[in-house]
């Protein structure tokens, strides 16, 4: 899974994070949330602001 796989990335923090607001998440969190998942294989230098917003966007959208 790469940083622009956004939606499954989205779908997979709310499975680990079931308990979590994804509204009050912090991105250097999110980020090491995102490099933790299991499928996840991307280079963190790739990520930025843009990327991190989107997957919490749609985080939200996947809980909300």
Same mark, same amino acid.
């Given at each position: 899974?790469?940083? !622009? +796989?956004?939606?499954?990335? =989205?779908? %997979?923090? &709310? +499975?680990?994070?079931?308990? #979590?607001? $994804? !509204?009050? #998440?912090?991105? #250097?969190?999110?980020?090491?949330?995102?490099? =933790?998942? $299991? /499928?996840?294989?991307? +280079? $963190? +230098?790739?990520?930025?602001?843009?990327?991190? /917003? &989107?997957? %919490?966007? &749609?985080?939200?959208?996947? #809980?909300?």
């Amino acid at each position: 899974m790469k940083w !622009t +796989d956004v939606e499954e990335i =989205a779908i %997979q923090l &709310a +499975d680990v994070h079931e308990d #979590v607001d $994804p !509204t009050r #998440v912090n991105f #250097v969190d999110l980020m090491n949330w995102v490099k =933790a998942l $299991p /499928e996840f294989d991307d +280079d $963190p +230098d790739r990520c930025g602001e843009r990327i991190l /917003e &989107a997957i %919490q966007q &749609a985080w939200i959208d996947e #809980v909300g």
